[in-house]
């Protein structure tokens, strides 16, 4: 069959890759010292990872480096003097989930492939396309599309598509998680998680289990199906697993992969032997082939915990040697010449003079052996042969040096044409330092309150609040007769907008097509959580205004060019940034969240159809975890998603100061399960704070600060 498909592997450390190449990856990725979603893994050092790019490259791999967390800006002015050795050696590309990120590479790094991480929640042809425009060439679409909809982003971008095929599962749209860094400060988005997903939780009146606990992937009975979806890159999980796993999952992976390749589906079946030793590499949780074939489902869960097992670590040494061919000419009075050659490539270079034998000339037998003695090289010879003179002679030791430097020689040839020079853009950087753009935007109106309301009693409530400048309405109501009535009863004293979905796959696009009229009628601008709902309203030439929320995150000022090149002047400042870090940010365009339970988790799957069934009735149930905390789950049947909010809501009113010295654009109440009359209290609670800067004390009810104080590692 005349298809390739690229066998990505994890390597958490040296060994892991070694075992990685040596099992038939075609590519692996890492992490460095910095920058990685795997902050707890065995990172390389620089020398490892530049030792690495070499390696690989002997053996006609790849290697892709994880840059895949969220940087702070001060953390991106050392973006360069990390990549930078890197770059040059022949890094293969980087992974990436920060716009910023992706802005500062394409102008300092030019030629560098970016990958875009499954952490950018990307779930559909139109997020695709729009990263396609920014130059990305490969996507790592979310873990829960469906092989129809991986197969139309294929063939409708032309993009390549990374999707996993082996390991561990999380429960939340890649890089939708905030429940970790909200409950305990260590942030998935930097490589920190510390899976509470894996606790047990109860829905009220209900019994504890692990609700949010999925088994793991496996797909090697799927391969052929995933093959003829169009994917191009086979991605197995496991930066943290040791190298006997990693050996043996991608040793069965490429297996059958190769299987199919040259037998097609008519003569592909996994043997059961096969599968036995895949499963048995690591069993934690249980298996599943995730949501290719599937929305959601119970029987992806492991409800409850069972024994973990792992398979002895075995330690062998995985190593593997690269054929080549060599050929010795030992002429008398001339210098001796090594010629080797490797997939075409010759390479030749000469030793010492070639002597008279005095005593006891070369024997040819014991000269070929000895040349062959390659060692812990990368090589070894196929076939090698000596043409000599009669009666010569030269020393062993120079024999041994002459081989030596020949390997040593045909490496650089082999290594050359992956380095790279150093990038135009940075040639005239000053003190080693580069030369920014600041990457402001126009400020906005500074002082304006907002509402962000979910059900019609809290809309009637925002409406006749004195207040808000500008009400958000984050529902699929708000295309209703009702909400066009309130909306044009209330005159024009304020600004609408709509919060469009968390979550906008193939069907949600349809539905929204559906109501475009609408929307350009009622609305004077929307909020945008995903990529694709941007590139939708783009391609319908929507002309009101569109603004980012939190979980679209600008982290850093590379992330403010971003948006400023997409015509975006408004975002929402991301959660998870402390209020040294937003000053330092820039926040006077940007909407401060400063009260409501803060969204944690956006899932694929349904915790009323884990425990229950679907009833596709949108609203609210209620999760408790082992200490009793409260967290509201929002069943949104609609476009099929849960959103799970924190457990106490954000509450800032008395930092009023504090804030007021970041000089927001503006400052949103976001309200979810609170009744009309709470919106009200505390709508005037927060103008008492911030409009006539009288000083409040905070509720007694529970409440937190977020990351405004603490903020993430």
């Not at 590499?281 to 992806?300: F, I, L, P, S, V």
């Not at 402390?578 to 956006?602: D, F």
Request: one cysteine or more; a neutral charge.
């Amino acid at each position: 069959m005349d298809r390739q498909v690229e066998l990505l592997a994890p390597a958490g450390s040296m060994e892991s890759l070694r075992a990685a190449v040596c099992a038939g990856a075609d590519a692996v990725y890492t992490g460095g010292a910095m920058f990685g979603a795997r902050a707890y893994a065995k990172n390389l050092t620089e020398a490892e990872l530049l030792d690495a790019i070499d390696y690989v490259h002997i053996h006609g791999r790849k290697l892709y480096l994880t840059v895949n967390t969220l940087l702070k800006d001060r953390e991106i002015d050392g973006l360069y003097d990390y990549l930078y050795p890197y770059y040059l050696r022949g890094l293969d590309s980087v992974i990436v989930q920060d716009v910023g990120v992706i802005e500062y590479l394409k102008k300092y790094f030019p030629g560098l492939d970016i990958h875009a991480s499954t952490q950018m929640t990307i779930t559909g042809v139109q997020g695709a396309a729009f990263l396609k425009e920014q130059g990305i060439t490969r996507v790592v679409p979310a873990r829960e599309l469906s092989l129809s909809e991986i197969r139309r982003m294929k063939e409708d971008t032309g993009l390549e598509i990374e999707c996993f095929v082996h390991g561990a599962l999380c429960y939340c749209y890649s890089g939708q998680c905030l429940l970790s860094s909200m409950i305990g400060g260590r942030s998935g988005n930097r490589g920190q998680c510390a899976q509470p997903c894996r606790l047990p939780y109860r829905v009220e009146g209900g019994k504890a289990a692990d609700l949010m606990s999925l088994k793991d992937l496996c797909t090697v009975d799927l391969l052929p199906k995933l093959i003829e979806s169009g994917i191009d890159s086979f991605k197995i999980e496991g930066r943290m697993k040791q190298p006997d796993y990693v050996y043996t999952v991608v040793s069965m992976y490429r297996k059958y992969v190769d299987l199919y390749l040259e037998k097609g589906a008519e003569g592909y079946k996994v043997a059961e032997a096969d599968r036995e030793e895949l499963l048995a590499a690591y069993q934690r949780r249980g298996y599943t082939d995730g949501y290719y074939r599937r929305h959601n489902g119970k029987e992806m869960i492991s409800l409850r915990r069972p024994d973990e097992h792992l398979n002895e670590e075995k330690n062998p040494e995985y190593k593997m040697q690269e054929k080549i061919n060599g050929n010795l000419i030992l002429s008398l009075g001339k210098r001796a010449k090594l010629i080797l050659e490797y997939k075409g490539l010759q390479t030749e270079c000469e030793g010492e003079t070639v002597q008279p034998a005095l005593r006891q000339p070369l024997d040819q037998a014991r000269t070929e052996k000895q040349m062959q003695k390659t060692g812990n090289t990368e090589f070894q010879f196929d076939r090698f042969c000596v043409e000599a003179d009669e009666e010569v002679f030269l020393p062993v030791q120079a024999l041994n040096d002459l081989r030596r430097k020949g390997i040593r020689e045909l490496t650089e040839n082999i290594l050359r044409k992956y380095r790279r020079e150093e990038p135009e853009a940075v040639k005239d950087r000053s003190a080693g330092r580069i030369q920014e753009e600041k990457g402001e935007l126009p400020r906005q109106e500074g002082g304006a309150l907002s509402l962000m309301v979910q059900s019609r009693e809290q809309l009637r409530a925002a409406v006749g609040c004195a207040y808000a400048d500008i009400i958000y309405i984050d529902s699929l109501s708000g295309f209703e007769e009702e909400t066009a009535e309130l909306i044009g009863r209330a005159g024009k004293k304020r600004r609408y907008f709509l919060a469009m979905p968390y979550i906008f796959r193939s069907l949600d696009s349809e539905r929204w097509d559906r109501n475009y009229a609408r929307l350009e009628e009622i609305y004077d601008g929307v909020l945008i959580r995903n990529w694709e709902s941007f590139y939708w309203l783009k391609r319908r030439g929507y002309k009101g205004e569109i603004r980012l929320d939190s979980n679209l995150y600008v982290f850093n000022r590379y992330g403010k060019t971003f948006i400023e090149k997409q015509g975006i002047g408004i975002f929402t400042a991301p959660a998870e940034l402390n209020g040294r870090e937003l000053k330092t940010l820039g926040i006077q365009n940007a909407v401060l969240p400063v009260y409501g339970y803060q969204p944690v988790m956006v899932t694929a799957n349904c915790i009323r159809k884990t425990t229950g069934h679907c009833s596709r009735e949108e609203g609210y149930l209620y999760l408790r975890d082992r200490y009793q905390k409260r967290f509201a789950v929002r069943m949104c049947c609609a476009s099929c998603y849960n959103i799970i909010y924190n457990s106490a809501p954000l509450f800032l009113a008395d930092k009023a100061e504090e804030i007021r010295r970041l000089e927001p654009g503006e400052l949103r109440l976001d309200f979810t399960i609170e009744p009309g009359e709470e919106l009200k209290k505390m709508a005037e609670l927060y103008a008492d704070a911030f409009i006539r800067r009288r000083n409040t004390e905070p509720p007694k009810a529970e409440y937190t600060r977020g990351h405004f104080k603490r903020g993430v590692r």
